[in-house]
């Protein structure tokens, strides 16, 4: 096996697992990580609501927001990267195909 080949290792079958594995995380943080920010978010502006203090609820609206923000960023960031490498002069017609298993295998475990 060459090494230096950036097909080589994607195609390697003994690397599949890993992929499968770093694949499995991606997904579970993808939406995991979402959640508990809008959750932590929502808990800040119920105690904010509670204390009745009208800049403490403008402050935990805006904490709330940015997050919520943040959280979609998250669940969207596979198709971000794919988008960024798409704008990459010579990334489309050089190692694109080279490395279309590696990104199927961690982006979508199921094609893997």
């Known amino acids: 096996m060459n090494l230096f080949s950036t097909a080589a290792v994607c195609t390697d079958a003994s690397l599949i697992p890993t992929y499968k594995f770093i694949g499995n995380i991606i997904m579970i943080a993808k939406i995991f990580i979402p959640i508990i920010i809008i959750a932590f ?13 009208p800049e403490e609820i403008a402050k935990s609206i805006k904490s709330l927001v940015f997050r919520a923000i943040a959280g979609v960023l998250i ?5 971000i990267i794919n988008l960024v490498f798409s704008w990459v002069d010579n990334w489309s017609t050089q190692y694109e195909q080279e490395t279309k298993s590696c990104f199927n295998c961690i982006w979508d475990v199921k094609n893997c």
């Not at 669940?75 to 198709?79: D, G, I, N, S, V």
């Open 75 to 79: 669940f969207f960031l596979p198709a």
């Open 41 to 53: 978010g929502m808990m800040d502006l119920f105690k904010s609501v509670t204390s009745a203090k």
